[in-house]
C-alpha cells in the first residue's frame, strides 16, 4: 500500500467517470452495464496508447486505473459478496420457493450439462485437454443477472420473471465456483478424478455454504436485535455479515461462500421486518442498493479496461474456437431451458413457465462479474500452462463481451416481442380505475383552488378540460376493460392483506407486538397472500381458517404438557396465540374503519369484500373469546399492558409533533424520549395454565368439602390435561384407559340425536372403565378444558376409598346407558 492516493485517485476517478455514463445510457436508451464496459475498453486503450505521454492529472488517473489491476480475488472477495447479498436481499423467499425446483434446476443440472456440452465441443475442435475444456465450459456457466435485471426494472417485467432469472443466477454462480474448483484441483493433479468424489465434495459444500450462511445469518439477527434502537449499527452488521459469511466459508470453512451470501441475506431478508422498522427497513435497502450499484459501476468499468490487455492479439484460431464456444453455449442453454423446464411442469415439480418467460430467460442469460472472476483466476495461477491460461482468457472474455454487446443489448426486444412489457390486463384495468379517479379529483379540486386563490374562474376551466377529457377517455377504457367480477375482489383483498401486514408493521415499530410475533404476524399475511393467489376468496378463507387451527407445534405442545407435565412451551405457544389473536383484531377493525382505495370499486364489490373481512374478524374475535373465556385474567393483564404501550406512544407521538413544530429542540426531545424508553419495555407477562393438581382437586364439587388431606392424597392420582377447542378427547371405540373430571370448560359427548353438553364438575369417560367395554360415544372439547385424568389402575383404588363416590358414578353410568 506504497501510493494509497494513487489507489484513492484510481477509485474515486473510475466512479466518477462511470456515473456520468448514467445520463448518457439513460437517453440513449442502451443498458448502463454495457455502456460501462464500453467506457473501460476506451480507458484500456487510451492507457495503451497515452502511456508514454505526460499529462499530469490525466496521466496520472490513467496510470491509478492501471494499477488497480482487477485481480480474481478482488472480484471474489470484494465486489461478490456485495453483489450477491444485494441481490438475495431483495429476493421474496416465500416467491423464491415456489420457483425453487425449476432454479435449482437449471442452476445445478442446468450448469453442469452446460459445462459437459461445451467442454466436450471444445475439447473436439482444440485440441486442449478435456479437463481444461471442462473448466472453460463451467466459467461461462454462469449467468449475471446485473444487466438484464436493471432491463426488468425499466420495462416492469413480471416480478416472477425476475426472481426466476436472478434465482438461478445466484445459484449458479455458486455451482460454478464449486465446479470450477473441483475441476481446477483435478486439473492441477491435486486430486484424483472421480465422479462419485466430485459429486460427494460438491453436495458438502453446496449443504455447507448454506448451513453456515444459515447459522451466521440468525447469529447476526441477534446480535441486531441487541446493539439497541439505533438503526445505523444494524445496518452496518448487514454489510458484516456479507462479508464474513463469505470469508468465513470460503477461507476457512471451504465451503460455497457464495451460497453462504445468498442464505445469509435470504433469512435476514425474510426475517429482517420483525428486527428493524420499517422505516429502517428502507434505510437498509437504500443502503444496500447504493453498495451494489457502486460494485456494479467499479466493475463494469474494471472488466472493460482489462479487455484489451486479455484479447487485444486474438488469433484468427482462437476466434474460431469462440464461434463454437457460443454456439455450443447458446444451443445448450436452449436445450436446458425449453427442454428441462417443460418436463419439470409436466412431471408437478414446478409450476408452468410461460415461453416468453422461458425466451427472456434463455437470451437474458448474460455472463458477468463471476465468470470473470474464475477467468482471471486461471490467468493468474502459474500453476496452469500459459497455453491453458490464454486459452481460457480469451475465450472467456470474448464470451462475456459477446453477450454484453449482443444479448443485453436486444433482450429488451425479446421483452416486447412476448408482451412482457405491458401490464397485466388486471394490472391495467386497476390503473385505468386510478387515472379515472385520479383525473377526476384533480378537476374537481382545480375549481376550487383556482376559487380560494380569487383566480379568473375561466382560468380553472382551461386547464381543467383536458383533464376531463383524458378522465373520459379512460372511463371509456376501464368499463371496455373485460377483467371480471372475481378479479376485482382479488385485487381488493390483496390490496387489504397488504395493508394489514403494514398495520402490523405499525405495530412492531411501536412496540405493540413484539418481534417474534411480528414475525409469525408477517407470514400469516403471506400465507394469505398466497392463499388469494392461488385460490381467490376461498384460498383467503381457507388461509385464515388454517391460521386459526391449532398448529402441530401447539398439538406438540399440549402433549408434552400430557406426557411430561411440561406445561412451559403450551403456556408460550397460547400467550402468542393471544397476543396475535389481539393483534388481528385491532388490525381487522382497523381495516374496516379505513377506506382508502374503495372508489376505485363499484358497490357491489366492495360490500362483498367488506362481508369477507367481517367474516373473518367474527372468526378471530370467537377465538380470541374462546381463549379469554379460560384465562379471563391473563386476558386482562394483557388489554393493561397494551394499553400502557399506547400510552407510552401516544405520549412519545406528542413529543415528535412538538419537536416537527419546532416548539422544543433536539436536546429537549431527547432527553424526554430517554425517560420515555426506560419505562416502555415490559415482557409479556407469563401465561399461567393453572394445571395444578391440588388445586384443581379442590374446585371439584364430589372433592370440594373433604379435608385437605385427603384431597391431596386424590390429587395424587389425578392427573392435570388442558385441552384445546375442538380437540377429540375420547374417540368411539377406542379402548379405554382413563376417565375424566372437568375442572373448567365444557366438552360435546357426540351422542344422536341431540349432543349433550357436560361442564365444571361433571365427569366422562366411566363407562368403558366400568364395565370394560369400547368407548360408547366420541367426546369433544368445546373450548379450552382443564380435566383431570383418572387412570384405569388408580380408579379402582379411588373408588374403593371413596364408596360415595363409587355410587355417584356408577348411578350416573347407568342412566346414560
Ligand atoms: P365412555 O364410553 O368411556 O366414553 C364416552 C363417554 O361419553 C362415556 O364413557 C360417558 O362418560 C359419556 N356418555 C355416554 N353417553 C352419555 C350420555 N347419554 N350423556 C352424557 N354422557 C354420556
Same mark, same amino acid.
Given at each position: 500500500?506504497?501510493?494509497?492516493?494513487?489507489?484513492?485517485?484510481?477509485?474515486?476517478?473510475?466512479?466518477?467517470?462511470?456515473?456520468?455514463?448514467?445520463?448518457?445510457?439513460?437517453?440513449?436508451?442502451?443498458?448502463?452495464?454495457?455502456?460501462?464496459?464500453?467506457?473501460?475498453?476506451?480507458?484500456?486503450?487510451?492507457?495503451? +496508447?497515452?502511456?508514454?505521454? @505526460?499529462?499530469?492529472?490525466?496521466?496520472?488517473?490513467?496510470?491509478?486505473?492501471?494499477?488497480?489491476?482487477?485481480?480474481?480475488?478482488?472480484?471474489?472477495?470484494?465486489?461478490? $459478496?456485495?453483489? !450477491?447479498?444485494?441481490?438475495?436481499?431483495?429476493?421474496?423467499? %416465500?416467491?423464491?420457493?415456489?420457483?425453487?425446483?425449476?432454479?435449482?434446476?437449471?442452476?445445478?443440472?442446468?450448469?453442469?450439462?452446460?459445462?459437459?456440452?461445451?467442454?466436450?465441443?471444445?475439447?473436439?475442435?482444440?485440441?486442449?485437454?478435456?479437463?481444461?475444456?471442462?473448466?472453460?465450459?463451467?466459467?461461462?456457466? +454462469?449467468?449475471?443477472?446485473?444487466?438484464v435485471?436493471?432491463?426488468?426494472?425499466? =420495462?416492469? *417485467?413480471?416480478?416472477?420473471?425476475?426472481?426466476?432469472?436472478?434465482?438461478?443466477?445466484?445459484?449458479?454462480?455458486?455451482?460454478?465456483?464449486?465446479?470450477?474448483?473441483?475441476?481446477?484441483?483435478?486439473?492441477?493433479?491435486?486430486?484424483?478424478?472421480?465422479?462419485?468424489?466430485?459429486?460427494?465434495?460438491?453436495?458438502?459444500?453446496?449443504?455447507?455454504?448454506?448451513?453456515?450462511?444459515?447459522?451466521?445469518?440468525?447469529?447476526?439477527? =441477534?446480535?441486531?436485535?441487541?446493539?439497541?434502537?439505533?438503526?445505523?449499527?444494524?445496518?452496518?452488521?448487514?454489510?458484516?455479515?456479507?462479508?464474513?459469511?463469505?470469508?468465513?466459508?470460503?477461507?476457512?470453512?471451504?465451503?460455497?461462500?457464495?451460497?453462504?451470501?445468498?442464505?445469509?441475506?435470504?433469512?435476514?431478508?425474510?426475517?429482517?421486518?420483525?428486527?428493524?422498522?420499517?422505516?429502517?427497513?428502507?434505510?437498509?435497502?437504500?443502503?444496500?442498493?447504493? !453498495?451494489?450499484?457502486?460494485?456494479?459501476?467499479?466493475?463494469?468499468?474494471?472488466?472493460?479496461? *482489462?479487455?484489451?490487455?486479455?484479447?487485444?492479439?486474438?488469433?484468427?484460431?482462437?476466434?474460431?474456437?469462440?464461434?463454437?464456444?457460443?454456439?455450443?453455449?447458446f444451443?445448450?442453454r436452449f436445450?436446458?431451458?425449453?427442454?428441462?423446464?417443460?418436463?419439470?411442469?409436466?412431471?408437478?415439480?414446478?409450476?408452468?413457465?410461460?415461453?416468453?418467460?422461458?425466451a427472456v430467460m434463455f437470451w437474458g442469460g448474460l455472463?458477468?462479474?463471476?465468470?470473470?472472476?474464475?477467468?482471471?483466476?486461471?490467468?493468474?495461477?502459474?500453476?496452469?500452462?500459459?497455453?491453458?491460461?490464454?486459452?481460457?482468457?480469451?475465450?472467456?472474455?470474448?464470451?462475456?463481451?459477446?453477450t454484453?454487446?449482443v444479448n443485453?443489448?436486444t433482450v429488451?426486444l425479446v421483452m416486447?416481442?412476448?408482451?412482457?412489457?405491458?401490464?397485466?390486463?388486471? #394490472?391495467? +384495468?386497476?390503473?385505468?380505475?386510478?387515472? !379515472?379517479?385520479?383525473?377526476?379529483?384533480?378537476?374537481? @379540486?382545480?375549481?376550487?383552488?383556482?376559487?380560494?386563490?380569487?383566480?379568473?374562474?375561466?382560468?380553472? /376551466?382551461?386547464?381543467? %378540460? $383536458?383533464?376531463?377529457?383524458?378522465?373520459? #377517455?379512460?372511463?371509456?377504457?376501464?368499463?371496455?376493460?373485460?377483467?371480471?367480477?372475481?378479479?376485482?375482489? @382479488? &385485487?381488493?383483498?390483496?390490496?387489504?392483506?397488504?395493508?394489514?401486514?403494514?398495520?402490523?408493521?405499525?405495530?412492531?415499530?411501536?412496540?405493540? !407486538?413484539?418481534?417474534?410475533?411480528?414475525?409469525?404476524?408477517?407470514?400469516?399475511?403471506?400465507?394469505?397472500?398466497?392463499?388469494?393467489?392461488?385460490?381467490?376468496?376461498?384460498?383467503?378463507?381457507?388461509?385464515?381458517?388454517?391460521?386459526?387451527?391449532?398448529?402441530?407445534?401447539?398439538?406438540?405442545?399440549?402433549?408434552?404438557?400430557? %406426557?411430561?407435565?411440561?406445561?412451559?412451551?403450551?403456556?408460550?405457544?397460547?400467550?402468542?396465540?393471544?397476543?396475535?389473536?389481539?393483534? @388481528?383484531?385491532?388490525?381487522?377493525?382497523?381495516?374496516?374503519?379505513?377506506?382508502?382505495?374503495?372508489?376505485?370499486?363499484?358497490?357491489?364489490?366492495?360490500?362483498?369484500?367488506?362481508?369477507? &373481512?367481517?367474516?373473518?374478524?367474527?372468526?378471530?374475535?370467537?377465538?380470541?373469546?374462546?381463549?379469554?373465556?379460560?384465562?379471563?385474567?391473563?386476558?386482562?393483564?394483557?388489554?393493561?399492558?397494551?394499553?400502557?404501550?399506547?400510552?407510552?406512544?401516544?405520549?412519545?407521538?406528542?413529543?415528535?409533533?412538538?419537536?416537527?413544530?419546532?416548539?422544543?429542540?433536539?436536546?429537549?426531545?431527547?432527553?424526554?424520549?430517554?425517560?420515555?424508553?426506560?419505562?416502555?419495555?415490559?415482557?409479556?407477562?407469563?401465561?399461567? =395454565?393453572?394445571? /395444578?393438581?391440588?388445586? =384443581?382437586?379442590?374446585?371439584?364439587?364430589?372433592?370440594?368439602?373433604?379435608?385437605?388431606? %385427603?384431597?391431596?392424597?386424590?390429587?395424587?392420582?389425578?392427573?392435570?390435561?388442558?385441552?384445546?377447542?375442538?380437540?377429540?378427547?375420547?374417540?368411539?371405540?377406542?379402548?379405554?384407559?382413563?376417565?375424566?373430571?372437568?375442572?373448567?370448560?365444557?366438552?360435546?359427548?357426540?351422542?344422536?340425536?341431540?349432543?349433550?353438553?357436560?361442564?365444571?364438575?361433571?365427569?366422562?369417560?366411566?363407562?368403558?372403565?366400568?364395565?370394560?367395554?369400547?368407548?360408547?360415544?366420541?367426546?369433544? *372439547?368445546?373450548?379450552?378444558?382443564?380435566?383431570?385424568?383418572?387412570?384405569?389402575?388408580?380408579?379402582?383404588?379411588?373408588?374403593?376409598?371413596? $364408596?360415595?363416590?363409587? #355410587?355417584?358414578?356408577?348411578?350416573? +353410568?347407568?342412566?346414560?346407558?
Amino acid at each position: 500500500m506504497e501510493h494509497i492516493w494513487l489507489t484513492v485517485l484510481g477509485v474515486s476517478g473510475l466512479l466518477t467517470l462511470a456515473v456520468l455514463m448514467w445520463p448518457v445510457a439513460n437517453r440513449l436508451n442502451f443498458p448502463y452495464t454495457v455502456m460501462l464496459a464500453v467506457v473501460g475498453c476506451v480507458i484500456g486503450y487510451a492507457e495503451h +496508447a497515452l502511456e508514454t505521454a @505526460n499529462l499530469g492529472i490525466v496521466s496520472d488517473l490513467l496510470g491509478a486505473l492501471h494499477a488497480l489491476d482487477i485481480t480474481s480475488e478482488t472480484v471474489l472477495f470484494v465486489f461478490l $459478496p456485495a453483489l !450477491v447479498f444485494e441481490s438475495a436481499l431483495a429476493i421474496d423467499v %416465500r416467491r423464491l420457493m415456489d420457483d425453487i425446483a425449476p432454479i435449482l434446476m437449471l442452476a445445478v443440472v442446468g450448469l453442469l450439462i452446460s459445462t459437459a456440452v461445451v467442454g466436450w465441443a471444445l475439447h473436439g475442435v482444440s485440441g486442449y485437454p478435456l479437463i481444461a475444456c471442462l473448466l472453460l465450459g463451467a466459467i461461462v456457466s +454462469a449467468t449475471d443477472p446485473v444487466a438484464v435485471v436493471a432491463i426488468f426494472k425499466d =420495462l416492469g *417485467a413480471p416480478k416472477r420473471l425476475a426472481i426466476l432469472v436472478e434465482g438461478e443466477s445466484l445459484f449458479n454462480d455458486a455451482t460454478a465456483i464449486v465446479v470450477f474448483t473441483i475441476l481446477s484441483a483435478m486439473l492441477l493433479g491435486q486430486s484424483d478424478a472421480g465422479l462419485a468424489a466430485g459429486v460427494l465434495s460438491f453436495l458438502k459444500v453446496f449443504i455447507g455454504g448454506v448451513l453456515v450462511g444459515y447459522l451466521l445469518a440468525r447469529l447476526f439477527a =441477534l446480535l441486531m436485535m441487541g446493539v439497541g434502537e439505533s438503526a445505523l449499527p444494524k445496518i452496518t452488521l448487514t454489510l458484516t455479515l456479507a462479508y464474513l459469511s463469505f470469508l468465513l466459508a470460503e477461507h476457512y470453512l471451504h465451503v460455497s461462500g457464495v451460497m453462504a451470501v445468498v442464505t445469509a441475506a435470504l433469512v435476514l431478508g425474510a426475517r429482517g421486518r420483525s428486527i428493524l422498522s420499517q422505516h429502517a427497513w428502507h434505510e437498509l435497502e437504500g443502503v444496500w442498493e447504493q !453498495v451494489g450499484f457502486i460494485a456494479n459501476s467499479v466493475i463494469f468499468v474494471l472488466v472493460g479496461i *482489462a479487455v484489451p490487455g486479455i484479447i487485444g492479439d486474438i488469433t484468427m484460431t482462437q476466434l474460431t474456437w469462440l464461434v463454437v464456444l457460443l454456439v455450443t453455449a447458446f444451443v445448450a442453454r436452449f436445450a436446458i431451458i425449453f427442454g428441462m423446464v417443460p418436463v419439470l411442469s409436466r412431471l408437478g415439480w414446478a409450476q408452468h413457465v410461460d415461453v416468453g418467460y422461458r425466451a427472456v430467460m434463455f437470451w437474458g442469460g448474460l455472463r458477468g462479474a463471476v465468470s470473470l472472476a474464475l477467468a482471471l483466476a486461471v490467468m493468474e495461477n502459474e500453476a496452469f500452462s500459459p497455453e491453458v491460461r490464454t486459452f481460457i482468457g480469451t475465450l472467456v472474455t470474448g464470451f462475456v463481451l459477446f453477450t454484453l454487446a449482443v444479448n443485453a443489448t436486444t433482450v429488451q426486444l425479446v421483452m416486447r416481442m412476448f408482451g412482457l412489457d405491458k401490464l397485466s390486463p388486471v #394490472d391495467a +384495468a386497476v390503473r385505468d380505475r386510478v387515472l !379515472v379517479s385520479a383525473l377526476g379529483n384533480i378537476c374537481d @379540486n382545480l375549481h376550487s383552488a383556482a376559487l380560494s386563490r380569487q383566480m379568473r374562474s375561466g382560468l380553472a /376551466d382551461s386547464i381543467a %378540460r $383536458p383533464y376531463e377529457e383524458r378522465a373520459r #377517455d379512460r372511463r371509456q377504457e376501464a368499463d371496455a376493460a373485460s377483467i371480471g367480477h372475481r378479479d376485482w375482489i @382479488n &385485487v381488493n383483498l390483496r390490496k387489504l392483506t397488504l395493508q394489514e401486514q403494514q398495520i402490523y408493521g405499525h405495530y412492531f415499530d411501536q412496540g405493540l !407486538v413484539s418481534s417474534d410475533i411480528a414475525r409469525l404476524l408477517f407470514s400469516q399475511s403471506a400465507d394469505l397472500l398466497d392463499g388469494i393467489k392461488s385460490g381467490g376468496e376461498e384460498g383467503y378463507r381457507g388461509a385464515y381458517e388454517r391460521a386459526l387451527e391449532f398448529g402441530w407445534q401447539t398439538m406438540l405442545a399440549a402433549q408434552l404438557q400430557r %406426557r411430561f407435565g411440561l406445561s412451559g412451551p403450551l403456556a408460550r405457544l397460547l400467550g402468542n396465540r393471544f397476543e396475535m389473536l389481539q393483534a @388481528n383484531c385491532m388490525a381487522l377493525r382497523e381495516l374496516a374503519e379505513d377506506s382508502t382505495g374503495t372508489d376505485l370499486l363499484d358497490a357491489e364489490v366492495s360490500e362483498e369484500v367488506d362481508t369477507i &373481512v367481517q367474516d373473518r374478524l367474527h372468526a378471530h374475535v370467537a377465538a380470541l373469546e374462546c381463549l379469554k373465556a379460560a384465562y379471563p385474567d391473563y386476558a386482562d393483564r394483557l388489554e393493561e399492558r397494551l394499553l400502557g404501550q399506547i400510552a407510552v406512544r401516544l405520549e412519545h407521538a406528542h413529543y415528535q409533533k412538538m419537536l416537527s413544530g419546532n416548539i422544543i429542540s433536539k436536546e429537549v426531545y431527547h432527553d424526554l424520549v430517554k425517560a420515555l424508553h426506560q419505562r416502555a419495555s415490559s415482557d409479556r407477562p407469563r401465561l399461567d =395454565l393453572g394445571l /395444578d393438581a391440588d388445586r =384443581l382437586v379442590a374446585q371439584m364439587p364430589y372433592f370440594a368439602d373433604l379435608p385437605g388431606e %385427603r384431597q391431596r392424597e386424590i390429587a395424587r392420582m389425578l392427573r392435570p390435561r388442558l385441552v384445546l377447542p375442538g380437540e377429540q378427547v375420547i374417540t368411539k371405540g377406542d379402548k379405554g384407559d382413563c376417565m375424566y373430571f372437568i375442572s373448567s370448560g365444557a366438552v360435546q359427548v357426540e351422542i344422536e340425536p341431540e349432543p349433550v353438553i357436560l361442564g365444571r364438575g361433571d365427569f366422562f369417560g366411566e363407562m368403558a372403565l366400568l364395565s370394560d367395554i369400547p368407548r360408547v360415544v366420541s367426546v369433544t *372439547a368445546e373450548g379450552f378444558c382443564d380435566l383431570l385424568a383418572l387412570m384405569t389402575r388408580d380408579f379402582r383404588t379411588l373408588l374403593d376409598a371413596h $364408596p360415595d363416590l363409587r #355410587d355417584t358414578i356408577e348411578r350416573v +353410568a347407568a342412566e346414560r346407558s
